[in-house]
Antibody, heavy 120, light 108 residues
Framework: EVQLVESGGGLVQPGGSLRLSCAASGFTFSSYWMSWVRQAPGKGLEWVAN????????YYVDSVKGRFTISRDNAKNSLYLQMNSLRAEDTAVYYC?????????????WGQGTLVTVSS | DIQLTQSPSFLSASVGDRVTITCRASQGISSYLAWYQQKPGKAPKLLIY???TLQSGVPSRFSGSGSGTEFTLTISSLQPEDFATYYC??????????FGQGTKLEIK
């Protein structure tokens, strides 16, 4: 069974940093692009970043470029999101999701999400 | 950047109704569109990909159509468990993606 489990969320002050993790199981993690998607309270979904299977390509939404860094450790079946210079508008539930070639790169599995709150 | 606009943003319907949600892209995206369902407090669930292909395990009352700039998600006969928020997502600008703003489907 495919499982994605996020962790690392919490309360952080503006300007602070946080590192999110996503533990993957039930599939060959190293064979898939992986994404982070966020959802601010009461708002819609926003794609944040993704990373190629071997980590050689990474892409970001403009609003997080230069502040967030996506990475992965295929030996540990884990995906990460390092978030620096956090702002109030980064407050959201952060989901990791698997992009699948079988679904034309649509996100076929999602984690349960981890809440990041940026507030003083 | 490709923008997606869903209509309506809110929809009130009854069990058994046929409903249609539209997603319009700011430029042509061929058939690179997916639809998701999200219930409160839960992660999104993939319903349809490549504009019209039903994801495994999704009931056949869900269907998708369209190409280019206009797409629709249709639920042929609403069931109680279908009341949720629906999002479209474009994958044409792979590996950069965007979502529509969502359509909240409520019980009338």
């Amino acid at each position: 069974e495919v499982q994605l489990v996020e962790s690392g969320g919490g309360l952080v002050q503006p300007g602070g940093s946080l590192r999110l993790s996503c533990a993957a199981s039930g599939f060959t993690f190293s064979s898939y692009w992986m994404s982070w998607v966020r959802q601010a309270p009461g708002k819609g979904l926003e794609w944040v970043a993704n990373i190629k299977q071997d980590g050689s390509e990474k892409y970001y939404v403009d609003s997080v470029k230069g502040r967030f860094t996506i990475s992965r450790d295929n030996a540990k079946n884990s995906l990460y999101l390092q978030m620096n210079s956090l702002r109030a508008e980064d407050t959201a539930v952060y989901y990791c999701a698997r992009e699948s070639p079988a679904t034309a790169s649509a996100f076929d599995y999602w984690g349960q999400g981890t809440l990041v709150t940026v507030s003083s | 950047d490709i923008q997606l606009t869903q209509s309506p943003s809110f929809l009130s319907a009854s069990v058994g109704d046929r409903v249609t949600i539209t997603c319009r892209a700011s430029q042509g995206i061929s058939s690179y569109l997916a639809w998701y369902q999200q219930k409160p407090g839960k992660a999104p669930k993939l319903l349809i990909y490549a504009a019209s292909t039903l994801q495994s395990g999704v009931p056949s009352r869900f269907s998708g159509s369209g190409s280019g700039t206009e797409f629709t998600l249709t639920i042929s006969s609403l069931q109680p468990e279908d009341f949720a928020t629906y999002y479209c997502q474009q994958l044409n600008s792979y590996p950069l993606y965007t979502f529509g703003q969502g359509t909240k489907l409520e019980i009338k």
